[in-house]
């Protein structure tokens, strides 16, 4: 069966109305003296949340997310009821908006997008009540999981051309990340049109596919990471080629990998039903990850 943009499009708009009633009934937003919809650029796309632990619990530690959504949909607060799971046990988080659609925007706009607000964010550490002993953890799920990813090779390394002057961070969590992004030009599931939005004009050129991919840099990489994925995550053939990158570069790294026929435990999973309990385990696995 292949996956189109109209198909895509439809099972979006179930998904938004089912995130809308999700975010609806989680417990109420002003609890964790929130930042809504904070700019960090130009345009309405380029905002982000920021939500504070309870003070009693506060560890100060920020967990940055960066959403999903086959790199054409998604929204930042749909993250809201998964990032209530770490407020209540002490983590700061910010959940980062990024144009996911649009003419010129493409997968190198986005990647630059998450690169904003990363400068932004530590240009205004203490406008935004966050301090010099935060240490900051950046997470993604899905197309997100590529965003924080190559945006932590990039911090680490200059030489891969990302610009994240003055960003510093302590590690990166990937939920079912999308890491060999190269890959997708050969992937007979995806539609000529999907692949043209997802992957860019220049989809067929694996050269510039490649410049874009994680996978290019992950030797590049030199914070410690996280991996989660399950049996039934439709991209774990990419997750198990990271668990092998990470291995041969001699990496640290944490892997939690969930072996359920459970339907719902599946993509990304942790992040859309945070209350089950395989989902419980790999976001306690995050939080112990952070503060080991």
């Known amino acids: 069966m292949k996956i189109t943009f109209p198909a895509l499009s439809l099972f979006y708009k179930y998904v938004y109305r089912v995130n809308d009633r999700r975010v609806k009934d ?10 809504l919809d904070e700019p960090y650029g130009e345009g309405k796309a380029k905002v982000f949340d920021l939500f504070f632990a309870p003070p009693e619990k ?30 209540e ?19 190198r706009e986005k990647i630059g997008d998450v690169a904003e607000f990363l400068r932004f964010l530590f240009s205004s550490l203490e406008r935004l009540g966050l301090g010099d002993e935060e240490k ?3 997470s993604g799920d899905s197309a997100g999981g590529h965003l924080a990813l190559i945006n932590a090779e990039g911090a680490c390394d200059p ?21 060999d992004f190269a890959a997708y030009r050969d992937q007979k599931e995806l539609s000529r049109g999907m692949k043209k939005r997802m992957l860019g004009k220049d989809y067929k050129e694996k050269g510039s596919l490649e410049r874009l991919s994680p996978r290019t840099y992950i030797a590049s990489l030199s914070v410690p990471v996280f991996v989660s994925t ?39 999973h ?23």
């Open 26 to 35: 989680a417990p109420p937003w002003d609890k964790y003296s929130p930042l």
């Open 136 to 138: 900051f953890f950046i």
């Open 159 to 179: 030489g891969i051309g990302i610009d994240l002057d003055g960003v510093r961070l302590d590690g990166a969590l990937l939920n079912c990340p999308s890491y």
């Open 270 to 292: 942790n992040v859309i039903y945070p209350d089950l309990p395989a989902s419980v385990k790999v976001n306690r696995a995050m939080m112990d990850f952070m503060t080991k």
């Open 89 to 107: 046990e002490g983590f700061d988080v910010a959940s980062v908006e990024y144009r996911v659609g649009g003419k010129g925007v493409g997968t």
């Open 58 to 87: 506060r560890k100060k530690i920020l967990l940055i997310l960066v959403h999903g959504g086959y790199y054409i949909r998604g929204r930042h607060r749909d993250s809201y009821p998964f990032a209530v799971s770490f407020l």
């Open 230 to 268: 399950c049996k039934n995550d439709f991209l774990r053939e990419g997750v198990l080629r990271l668990y092998g990158d990470l291995d041969r570069f001699g990496k640290e790294y944490v892997r939690v990998d969930i072996d359920e026929d459970d339907k719902k435990v599946a993509h990304v």
